[in-house]
């Protein structure tokens, strides 16, 4: 085996090193919710198929019998063409990877008002239960409105938004009057409780 060849073996199997420890050292992630185990399955398939196939040529260039051994040149040709096609293989998986967090972030958009309104709600219901003046009427209506509130679907559209950052605002301004007693905003909290209710069904219209 020829000084060229030895140099060339001890570069590719640098390269197979490094990237094999490359996603321990610094893993792809999506988000916080992206695990670890499947960020490092990402890259693997490709660093894999790279160092075995690096191997598969180094072997099969340098048999002394029956097969002469590949002559520099070629050898350096085909791990030229092995390393650029895993470059191929790099590009194609950065795309993937983020067209895979724009979905990501699209979800947690879509997500975002829905939460914020069930968040709302919770801080209601928890004003409600330490009232003391609050009719009976109207803690049914706040319930059955947080129990409907649990199967809405998720909407990024322009009307979504608007009738989700609505509903949150009103259930505030519903909020404040209740914690201040029924009988100082009896008008102010019977006016709000239909409009929150017409807002929620409104909002429940608008699927995916």
């Keep these: ?32 919710e992206d695990s670890w185990v499947g960020s490092l ?11 075995l196939a690096v191997i598969i040529v180094m072997v099969l260039c340098n048999m002394r019998a029956p097969i002469a051994q590949v002559p520099f040149k070629y050898q350096l040709y085909a791990h030229i063409f092995i390393s650029a096609l895993f470059c191929v293989f790099i590009s194609f998986s950065f795309t993937a990877k983020e067209k895979v967090k724009q979905i990501y972030h699209d979800e947690k958009s879509k997500q975002a ?9 919770q801080t209601l219901m928890d004003t409600m239960e ?16 947080s129990d409907s ?3 809405i679907s998720p909407n990024n559209t322009p009307q ?3 009738l989700e950052k609505d509903f949150v605002e009103k259930a505030q301004t519903l ?10 905003n009896a008008n102010t909290i019977d006016n709000l409780i239909p409009l929150l209710e017409l807002l929620l069904k409104n ?6």
């Design 113 to 121: 008002g829905v939460i914020d309104m069930k968040m709302s709600m």
């Design 160 to 162: 979504a938004a608007r």
């Design 203 to 208: 909002r429940k219209k608008l699927l995916l």
């Design 149 to 151: 509130l649990r199967y």
């Design 130 to 145: 330490l009232s003391r003046d609050l009719p009976d009427e109207i803690k049914v209506r706040l319930s059955a409105m």
């Design 1 to 32: 085996m020829g000084v060229n060849v030895t140099i060339l073996h001890i570069v590719m199997m640098t390269i197979c090193y490094g990237l094999i420890w490359l996603p321990f050292i610094n893993p792809i992630k999506i988000g916080k």
């Design 41 to 51: 399955g990402i890259s693997i398939f490709g660093i894999l198929s790279f160092v």
């Design 175 to 184: 909020q404040f009057a209740i914690q201040n007693g029924y009988r100082l």
